[in-house]
């Protein structure tokens, strides 16, 4: 999807005019924007050549306004595989010395999570725009201290929070702060799956290298990789920050295969200051439920990840012809126990709900690397329009630093079995977003 | 083939049942209107429904007038 798809798919939805002053950082999709940076190419590094990184590779392909002129990783086969793409690219396998190549204007960084913090100060800090994958850091400190180097710096600093960039949660999220589905009263993220989340290893020596995922040394785990996605929903939709977190994480089946050492099963519980709670539960040996994210509101619930709206309101009840059939049929159809229970299952609602918008695309969340039509390219096509012009989209680093540390802190209260908050060092200025 | 010939007073007949029952039918439709406070124009909104529920009065009115008819004729001999 382009920009200009997807600012149709806004107007398909009847919202651009709306989506565009709640949510500014989608200025850089407008046509207006587009003209800006028209014939112009931003120059772009890409450190981390993996299987994230390649995914950034197709899509890059695909947009005009991307010339890709560097490639680096320290794992020769991943650099050889996405030099196919770029043969003109110069190839490193230091980051360092990527950074001193004055042709490149931007980087995006899609390596291990221990070195995110690292080297997205070293490239702003050689005067880079910076993509860098979630999360934005390995610790609370390193989430900060980038933070505020980019601050003092002014820098172009995006993180891979797609979603913000996906039409169906614009829209959704628009819906949610027009009070479609009431007052919001719980956010349940999940995200299950069953695979082992490896990758495959050439040789012992490598494990660690390529299974960095499953270290503690090198990754925080589900929290880091899966839920830093789904956890700026809650404050997508309210317009707050967590209060308070709690958690829970074990291994409970893939340590029976290696040796792995991160949670694979994990639940965490954040608290809104005004009581809401939102959930996130994932489990990487069982699939059954898939991924999904649910904004449950007093008068409805939105599914984020199918773009569906289903409503509390009671349905219209038809003609009086209609209520008559129906009491007939329910006379006829009704158990004749006489002795039964009092207590009826209360089973959800099965009522088939309302698309939000047309043509809804969804990601089921199975893969490991990346999905079509899930934000991504246009987030990366954002990225392009900020490298050029040298313009920063409001909001969007707040909102993807917060979704790091929370992810971070309820790593940190599973690790030390306690409810915790977020200490106000780590608080940074925040504007929610859908606040005009 | 013998042909079927219908008498003119039968088809009178079955006609002004049949309007009876359409008349049954639109007393209920007033009726369920009136008891789950549905609004007056289903009068007219509802016709399609209240046509086809004549027809089903009929269809028991016959059923009826069947068995009456057969048990008489059992009863006769």
Redesign the interface.
Known sequence: MNRKEFLSDCGKMGMAGVALSLFPWLESCTEKAKQEVHGEKARIGIIGTGSRGVFHIKNLLQLQQAEVVALCDNYRPHLDDAAQYYPKAKLYEDYRQLLDDKNVQGVIIATPLYLHGRMTIDAMNAGKSVFCEKSMAFTLDEALEVYNRRKELGSVLFIGQQRLFDPKYVKAMSMIHEGVIGDVVGVRNYWYRNNDWRREVPSPELERHINWRLYREYSRGLMTELACHQLQNGSWAMGMLPEKVMGSGSLIHWNKVDKRDVYDCVTAIFTYPNGVNMTFESIISNKHFGMGEQILGSKGTIDLVTGMHYTDEPMP?G??????VEQIERGVMSNSVFAGTSWAAETGSTAPGMPIMPNVKVVTGESSVGAEADGSKELVDAFLHAVITGKQPEKVLEESYYATQFALLADKAMHENAILTLEDKYRVPYVPLGSR | MKDIVIPAAVVRREIIIWLCCFVAANI??WV??I??A?PWY?IF??IG??TI?SFVFYGLLLMLRAAWWLLSRVFKK
């Open positions: 009840k003609s009086g012809m209609h209520q008559l | 209920v439709n369920v209107i008891k789950f549905t289903e909104s509802q429904y209240v529920t």
